[in-house]
C-alpha cells in the first residue's frame, strides 16, 4: 500500500489545519490508519487511530482537539487539527496497519505552530 500525506504547514498557536492521507495500491487489507508526530528531539508518538469499524483512539494530549476520520470512497485519512499548539509542531506521518503490529508508512508532512 502506498500512502500520501499532505496538508501540513505553519499556523499561529489556536489555529488550525487538517491533514490528508489518501491511500493507494491492491492487495491488502487495511486493519487501522494512523497518524503518529515526531517532534525534534522526541520519540514517534501516536496521535490518533481509526479501526476499520470506525472506532477511534487519540493520544491524551490531543483529545478534543484532533479528529481522525476516514473517506472509504477515497481511501482517504483525514486528521483535523483545531486549537493547536506549540508543542504540536512536528512531522505527521500516516501509516496502514496491514497486519498486526506492521505498518506502511507514508512520507511526513511537516506542521509548525508559530507566532
Known amino acids: 500500500v502506498q500512502l500520501q500525506a499532505s496538508g501540513g504547514g505553519l499556523v499561529q498557536p489556536g489555529g488550525s489545519l487538517r491533514l490528508s492521507c489518501a491511500a493507494s495500491g491492491s492487495g491488502f487489507t487495511i486493519y487501522t490508519m494512523n497518524w503518529f508526530r515526531q517532534a525534534p528531539g522526541k520519540q514517534r508518538e501516536l496521535v490518533a487511530r481509526?479501526?476499520?469499524?470506525?472506532?477511534?483512539l487519540y493520544a491524551d494530549s490531543v483529545k478534543g482537539r484532533f479528529t481522525i476520520s476516514r473517506d472509504g470512497a477515497k481511501n482517504t485519512v483525514y486528521l483535523q487539527m483545531n486549537s493547536l499548539k506549540h508543542e504540536d509542531t512536528a512531522l505527521y506521518y500516516c501509516?496502514?496497519?496491514?497486519?498486526?503490529?506492521?505498518?506502511?508508512w507514508g512520507q511526513g508532512t511537516l506542521v509548525t505552530v508559530s507566532s
Open positions: 481509526i479501526i476499520d469499524g470506525g472506532n477511534t
Open positions: 501509516a496502514a496497519e496491514i497486519s498486526a503490529g506492521l505498518y506502511s
